[in-house]
């Protein structure tokens, strides 16, 4: 078969199936098989696939149509310009949580500081920064054991290992010692609300890494309290929320003596990030 054909096959299985993404995904599950870009694949729509990369195109799309995350059936996410390895342990990374890296690296340039990362899954924010602020140093800590040894992968991907600790173990479990910035993107959705998520999220993505308990600000809640013991003097807090919770947040940031600094919108125009001081 061409690469076309392929292509097309695969388009319209998962058009059957009300998969919104059917072209890009088949174009990306076939660039994937053949180990080559998007792009390369688009300009040569007449090249034919062996039969062994055609059985495993279906086998790939097999997957995709019952809804797993292409990011899991390739093993990897595109994050801040670089290819993260990611599994069914770790959250697939956001291009919202991007907007906070990136300003968190224009507060931060050319400073040398020590970033404590909650519940750091794959490793993308911390590891984001440190590729970003060179003189710098990081701790990720996750409760999942398997997310640590995903987030260490990265680490040895991007030649971080010297600048980073990455511990299972959760932020309970820190004392003694005081960072400039913790950054977090923590469960944020009400348990009720787990059940309206779109199939990808509920059926493949980590339940420990979505669900906020009933409120949706449990871990939130939990994070804020710990930093102050946990934050130098005049230190950072740099939190992800989920939308309109801007206003409860910002409530428990202040009756924690925190002070917000800046606010981040997502692309659809939401609050979804908050850097705040601790006073």
Not at 163 to 192: A, G, M
Request: one cysteine or more.
């Amino acid at each position: 078969m061409k690469a076309l054909d392929i292509i097309k096959l695969g388009s319209d299985k998962l058009r059957e199936k009300k998969i919104k993404s059917h072209i890009i995904d088949s174009e990306l599950l076939l660039a994937s098989v053949l180990d080559k870009s998007r792009e390369e694949i688009l300009i040569n729509l007449d090249q034919n696939i062996e039969k062994n990369k055609t059985m495993k195109f279906k086998n790939y799309l097999k997957r995709r149509s019952k809804n797993e995350p292409i990011a899991y059936i390739l093993g990897e996410k595109e994050f801040w310009s670089k290819k993260f390895k990611v599994t069914k342990d770790t959250l697939i990374p956001r291009p919202e949580t991007e907007l906070l890296v990136d300003k968190l690296l224009d507060i931060y340039k050319n400073k040398k500081i020590s970033i404590l990362d909650i519940g750091t899954g794959s490793g993308c924010i911390i590891l984001s920064l440190l590729n970003g602020l060179k003189r710098s140093t990081g701790t990720g800590i996750d409760i999942s054991k398997k997310a640590i040894l995903i987030a260490k992968k990265n680490a040895f991907k991007f030649n971080l290992q010297s600048r980073v600790k990455l511990i299972n173990k959760s932020y309970e479990n820190i004392f003694n010692t005081k960072f400039d910035l913790i950054v977090s993107n923590p469960p944020y959705i009400e348990r009720k609300d787990l059940k309206n998520l779109s199939e990808d999220i509920k059926r493949y993505e980590p339940r420990l890494a979505l669900d906020g308990g009933n409120d949706g600000l449990d871990l939130i809640r939990k994070v804020i309290y710990k930093s102050k013991n946990i934050l130098k003097i005049k230190g950072t807090l740099a939190l992800e929320i989920g939308n309109e919770q801007i206003k409860k947040v910002s409530k428990i940031l202040f009756d924690n003596k925190f002070r917000i600094q800046n606010v981040i919108k997502d692309y659809k125009n939401n609050i979804r990030c908050i850097i705040a001081v601790y006073n």
